[in-house]
Structure formats: structure tokens, C-alpha cells
């Protein structure tokens, strides 16, 4: 197993220790301290990001079947305050209230404890604290837009800069980043690759240096045409998808074209690597749709098969191809597990392409809803 500089906390007696994760090598830490009536908070802000070479399917605790890229976006975040304070005993079960826009959501609880109880050997101090979430999204929950990956690596960079807070030999920017992003894939895979600026690798792959199946890598020496890149998200459904995501991957066992798929997704994701450097938009393009189209053909062809388009993302998809077959715009299209379509396009082609969006696109969309985003600048701590 690789050595990674990413940490692990340990406890003796309720105090913690920190670790490398696969070294064991143990640094000296003081004890969280954080007397009783007191509260320990911090907030950050984390992004969605949107994938280009999807992975779909999963091995073991969280590992990809495949490796993928995303570009990580800007408007669509998360922002989430986590409060700590000290519980009187250790608790096996763990203490947790989530508000979301300041209501209480004891329905995202579960899952909140389901990550703790994944990362607990990591951070075993989970036990001996209560902690309360506020968290606010700036797109409509369930819309579609990965609020998992968004929520889930601002939940993890909370954590992480809390026992940074408390570590008697800091963690480099670096450091952190790697540890949040090893926490947030335990919650969700895809919010691996949300911490970072631009675009992000998670999984291993030999075009993509130090990529791991254990947390997401940013790729550095991106093309600059790609660094402004836009993406529209067509609101085609609301509300949750007929078959989650979770469900999905699982029923790539034993599927009968899996194999085939993976090697596709490594042969695209070194075909990507070309692209990402000398910034062919047409290029881009084609992979990413064929990437979203192949995507949509696991499920279809799953057993049991099942479809997440809507009439109107056929009817979205249909318009985009007509528009750059009859006037060449640069515009193209991705798709995640779900009806809703991302609109893809550089920014010299901005104009055009919003011309077209409300022209075209946004009557297919519910309540002719998009949001227009862009490539972003990754997680940032907020206070």
C-alpha cells in the first residue's frame, strides 16, 4: 500500500494521536480539548462537479471500477457550518442534527451517520462529540446537480480543518486536501473530485500522476480554453430519480458489457489527457457526449433495465446536435444519472449559445428552469 501524506487520528484514553494513514508513523498531537459548554465551528464552501469520463460501478468500500474526470464548477455549492462540542460519555452512536436552510432535516441524518461509521477507524474522536450541520445549497436539492459531491466534501473539509485545528504538527494545504478528499469519497465517490480547482481524477490511471482509487487528484496543465469552459444545467425533472445512483452502480455487477465498459472509460480517460493539454473543443465535445450516452446504455441494459430520461432530454439533445450541425456552434452536452442536461460550451461561444438556450432549450426545461455555471475554482473555507 502506497505512503501517503494524508492523516490518521488515533485514541488513547480520549486522547488523539495522528497518523499517517498507511505508514503508521505516528506524530505527536495534543488532545482535542474542548471544554465542556464550549463549541469548536467551522464553515466551508465545496462546489458539484460534473463528469466528462464517468465511473460507474464500484469494488470494495468505495473504490471506483473505473477511473473518471470532472470539471468542478463554480455557482452550484454546497456551504456547510459544522459545530462541535464534547459529549459528556463515548457514544457508539453518534450525535448528529442537520439543518438545511435552517430547517431541521432529521431525514439526512442516517446518512451522515453511515459516513461516520465509514471513516470512524480514521477519526475515532466521532464518538465523543456532537455535531450539528447547517448547510445550505445555492440549486434546488435534488435537482439533479451531485448535491452529494458537494455536500459531502464540505462536510469532510470541516472535519479535516477541525483536527488540523487541534494537530501539533499542521497539515500542508496539500495535506488537507488529500485527507478530505480520502473522507469525502467514503461518503460519496464523486465528492472526491469537488475539492479541487478546475478539473479532478479519481481513480488510477498511468496518464494521470499520483491519481489514486483512494481519493481525487487535481490535473495540472489544463488547456486555457478549458479553464473558462461554461456549463448550463437544463432543469428538465425535479425531485429524486426513480432508480439512485447507489442502486445503479450495484447492478454493474455482473452486467453484461461491465468489462468492455471499463476498458473503455481507461482508454478514454488517456484520450482525455491529450485533449486536456492542447484544448481541442471539438474533441472534448465528441468524448463527453459519447461518455453520457454510454452511461445511460449500462442502465438501459441492466438487469433489471431502467431509464432515466425524460422526453424532453431526448427532445435537448436532438436540438444541441441540430444546432452544430446546421450553424458549427461549439456547443455539446453531458448527462449524469438522471434526466437533467448539462449544456457544454466555450466562452467565446457564450452568446450564441445562451441565444439558443432560451430560444430552444429553455421551454423543455420544468418551469423553463436552467442555471448557467463554469468552471471553478474548488473548496473554500468560508470561516
Known sequence: MQNIDTYCLCREKRKHYIYYLYSGKKNSMKPIT????????????????????????????????????????????????????????????????????????????????????????????????????????????????????SGMSALALCLVDFENAFSAVKMSESQ????????????????????????AVWGEHPSYQNSSD????????????????????????KGKKSVSSTIGHALMKGHPYAEKRFLQANENMNILHTILQNGD??????????????????????????????????????????????????????????ANVHVLYPESAKDTVRTFIDEKLKPLCAGGAYIHDNVGGGAEKIS
Open 281 to 338: 473543443v471539438n474533441a472534448l465535445g465528441t468524448l463527453t457526449e459519447s461518455e453520457a450516452l454510454t452511461l445511460h446504455a449500462m442502465m438501459m441494459t441492466a438487469s433489471p433495465y431502467y431509464i432515466l430520461f425524460a422526453p424532453a432530454t431526448i427532445a435537448a439533445i436532438n436540438e444541441i446536435w441540430a444546432e452544430r450541425k446546421n450553424n458549427g456552434t461549439q456547443v455539446y452536452f453531458t448527462l449524469d444519472a438522471g
Open 34 to 149: 474542548i471544554s465542556q459548554g464550549h463549541t469548536y465551528s467551522t464553515t466551508w464552501s465545496s462546489p458539484s462537479n460534473i463528469a466528462l469520463v464517468k465511473y460507474w460501478g464500484k469494488k470494495g468500500e468505495q473504490i471506483p471500477a473505473n477511473p473518471s474526470f470532472s470539471f468542478t464548477l463554480d455557482k452550484c455549492k454546497t456551504t456547510t457550518t459544522l459545530d462541535i462540542s464534547p459529549m459528556d460519555t463515548c457514544e457508539e452512536e453518534y450525535s448528529v442534527k442537520v439543518y438545511l436552510n435552517d430547517t431541521c432535516e432529521p431525514s439526512f441524518v442516517p446518512k451522515i451517520k453511515e459516513f461516520f461509521a465509514r471513516i470512524k477507524q480514521y477519526a475515532p474522536y466521532l464518538s465523543d462529540y456532537s455535531f450539528t450541520l447547517h448547510t445550505a445549497n445555492t440549486f434546488p436539492h435534488s435537482s439533479g446537480i451531485a448535491s452529494s459531491a
Open 214 to 237: 483512494l481519493y481525487a487528484v487535481e490535473v495540472e496543465g489544463i488547456h486555457k480554453v478549458f479553464t473558462t469552459f461554461l456549463d448550463t444545467v437544463l432543469l428538465v425533472e
Open 176 to 199: 488537507m486536501k488529500h485527507r478530505a478528499s480520502f473522507y469525502a469519497r467514503l461518503g460519496s465517490g464523486s465528492a472526491s473530485r469537488s475539492i479541487y480547482p478546475v478539473g
